[in-house]
């Protein structure tokens, strides 16, 4: 992570990073060049309504933004790849299993079941800028998830409101899982009508869509929150399956009582990615067992 001390030095490495020009950056966002260039000799602050504008277009957190676009900036560290903020060198890594284990009774009220109308637009520009294969998002999809599934289907905000994370869980039947797990199809081609109920199927099937969070506070709360869906689960016979194009969990996965079932070094060289994408599958109940 690099440390930030205003917003221009944020936007300068933004668009080196995504290697845009200023007009590039300035057509991104709807504003004129020379605003972007005040922007970044630190001239002017960003209107207060403009912030979120900003954040959809670029998907950087609405904390970071909202902490460096100050008379008095709050510095801040920030991670391109992983886009990731933290206040403090300390605290950039991701946590220990062991703080899920110690703290898992700890709740958030900025959690909630996903309102679709609201959210979509933050979860699709989201995954879609996420995803480099042939992944996409489809609506009719996400919407019955959260019908079928709400507990799994929900999103984090900060303390102004602004989306900051989210967790799509899929309760598949076993015909798209072993369509999946044989690489016959892949995200992009997973519908509605290959969801279930899975209170009624004697071994239930979680796919695990999307979870992400800006910082490791809001992880910490989405995945609290997802490992008690497990630990109050009735049906121990369940399974657990998803597909990752990101290797900074990769210890994590195994450590909680997932395997990986295939790799894709041939994809990964296609889409210059730092770890080839896998199929994941298994259950959390020994790493619950610890509570």
């Not at 062991?98 to 520009?125: A, G, H, M, P, V």
Request: charged share 25%; net charge negative.
């Amino acid at each position: 992570m690099n440390s930030y001390n205003s917003i221009g030095a944020l936007f300068i490495d933004y668009r080196n990073f995504y290697n845009l020009s200023q007009s590039d950056f300035a057509d991104a966002i709807n504003v004129d060049l020379r605003t972007v260039q005040r922007w970044e000799k630190n001239l002017t602050l960003i209107k207060s309504e403009k912030e979120e504008n900003i954040v959809l277009a670029t998907l950087m957190p609405y904390q970071l933004i909202h902490n460096l676009n100050a008379v008095v900036p709050i510095p801040t560290f920030y991670n391109f790849k992983t886009r990731k903020y933290s206040l403090s060198k300390q605290t950039n890594d991701l946590p220990k299993l062991s703080w899920f284990i110690d703290q898992i009774e700890i709740t958030s009220s900025n959690l909630r079941t996903i309102e679709f109308d609201y959210d979509f637009k933050y979860i699709e520009q989201f995954i879609d800028s996420q995803k480099r294969d042939n992944n996409y998002v489809n609506a009719e999809l996400i919407k019955e998830a959260i019908r079928i599934l709400p507990e799994l289907n929900f999103v984090h905000t900060g303390k102004s409101g602004y989306y900051t994370g989210h967790c799509i869980v899929l309760p598949i039947n076993e015909k798209t899982y072993n369509r999946l797990k044989t690489k016959e199809i892949t995200n992009k081609d997973i519908r509605a009508k290959d969801l279930v109920d899975f209170k009624t199927l004697e071994r239930p099937i979680f796919y695990r869509y999307d979870i992400t969070g800006d910082c490791n506070d809001t992880i910490f709360y989405v995945m609290a929150h997802f490992f008690r869906f497990f630990r109050d689960l009735e049906n121990k016979n369940y399974l657990m399956c998803g597909y990752t194009e990101r290797d900074d969990n990769y210890q994590v996965n195994l450590q909680i009582g997932l395997k990986f079932i295939w790799e894709d070094k041939a994809l990964q060289k296609e889409l210059n990615l730092e770890a080839p994408p896998r199929f994941f599958e298994g259950n959390f109940n020994n790493f619950l067992a610890q509570l």
